[in-house]
């Protein structure tokens, strides 16, 4: 067997040569240590396999301009905008995946005609970003791609697990079969059985024909069990016996049916704990759970927001026939955010910001107040509280026109009037002054809309407001729901 070339540890610090010999060791990788000025003649007798760069970032870029056809692997984190054959950045602790994530990624720097070079030009366009988390995906699906083995997908809500599971697919043989989702919560558990393995005519109430379950449908190709963590218990089990049979039969039949599926599963909840909790299968867990991979929340990958923005706008331009631009400071307000919703809330967002304001350039006060961030104390944060301080102002200024006309409740005297205002006396008992101010709120902005015949901005003009004030308090009390 042909030994791999080795790896050149160039004016790497004494701490990083002592750690990468201690890892490249472990993991049966051969090494030399080679300084900048021996590196050119070493090349010529031997071929590296790649070069662990330890110096400072500014020689790293010259390095990488003099080598160009091999692939650098450096201990700096400021190498932003360098040449293509820099492939990734170690840091201190050395991670085990992460090297050999990033030597994988030098082997195929090295072998532009690797089998799945193809698969590559997929994975990025689907799976978004350049940072260490999305690339560490991107590997994984290459590595699982071609086997049958089952795939759990785990992260939270709305980080793209069905994306993950399309791009197995897609890049696997079985990409000129169907892929067919399931979402295992969203279907009553009665009717489970049924949707996944089919029935046949007659086999319970209504089942007027025979007819062919997801399984079925999935044939050749890839089924994805979304939210697997919702379904019931007995279906689990019925589960479990086709993961390990590949076999099933239908609902009131008899004839077992072979599922050549490739199964990939996904759920946002914690499987060990609800084994522990008894409302998940240890069992069907481990028959899941061959090949894991983890979705990182947005939090955790801010770096890919604005390759997201980009890919996410290219996606709904068409439907909203606009575009958008973000200024920087924009953009560094949004990386800032802890982004809850994940994905699905930066795609909500940049929905929202179509609709409003459409072909325009988006700066840090077009932004939600929500979403708008500064790590400094000066102009933005000065912005953002005038905007705060001013929509607050406009607001109150509505609140005064309201009140501005003739007394609503009294029953008292007009001195009495005039001394207690038109709320009259305040109960002896009290009162909670806040919820009497939304419950006064909501009935003014009710009647400002029935008195426009529901025309929003109308009503926002009688009541002194802006129009996307009215409109976020509308979906805040749940009043659109009434109109």
Known sequence: MQQRASIYLVDTTTEQTAILETVLQFVGETYQIVSIEDLEDQLADSPALAIIYGDQASHLAAALLQFPKIPFISFSGDVTDLESNHIGVLSIPIVYSELTQLLHYCQNFLNPNHQLSKANKYLITSLVGKGRRIQEIRYLVEQVAESNANVLVLGESGTGKEVVARAIHEVSKRKKGPFVPVNCGAIPAELLESELFGHEKGAFTGAFSARKGRFELAEGGTLFLDEIGDMPM????????????????????????????????????????????????????????????????????????????????????????????????????????????????????????????????????????????????????????????????????????????????????????????????????????????????????????????????????????????LVEKIKKYGLNKEM
Not at 295 to 323: N, V
């Open 234 to 469: 007995p279906m689990q089990v019925k589960l479990l016996r086709v993961l390990q049979e590949r076999t099933f039969e239908r609902v009131g039949g008899t004839k077992s049916i072979q599922a050549d599926v490739r199964v990939v599963a996904a759920t946002h909840r914690n499987l060990e704990e609800m084994i522990i909790e008894g409302t998940f299968r240890e069992d069907l867990f481990y028959r899941l759970n061959v090949f894991p991979i983890e979705k990182p929340a947005l939090r955790d990958r801010q770096e890919d927001i604005p390759l997201l923005l980009q890919e996410l706008l290219s996606r709904l331009e068409g439907e909203h026939k606009a575009t958008l631009r973000f200024t920087q400071r924009a953009l560094d307000s949004l990386m800032q955010h802890s982004w809850p919703g994940n994905v699905r809330e930066l795609s909500n967002l940049l929905e929202r910001l179509l609709i409003l304001h459409s072909n325009k350039i988006i700066d840090i006060t077009e932004l939600p107040v929500k979403y708008r961030y500064s790590d400094n104390q000066g102009e933005v944060l000065e912005q953002v509280q005038y905007s705060i301080e001013q929509e607050e102002l406009m607001e109150r200024d509505a609140l005064s026109g309201m009140f501005g006309g003739a007394p609503i409740l009294s029953d008292e005297s007009e001195a009495e009037e005039e001394s207690l205002g038109f709320l009259g006396h305040l109960p002896a008992e009290g009162m909670n002054l806040k919820d009497k101010l939304v419950e006064f709120e909501i009935e003014m902005i009710r009647q400002a809309i029935d008195s426009q015949d529901g025309v929003v901005s109308h009503a926002a003009e009688l009541l002194s407001m802006r129009r996307t004030t």
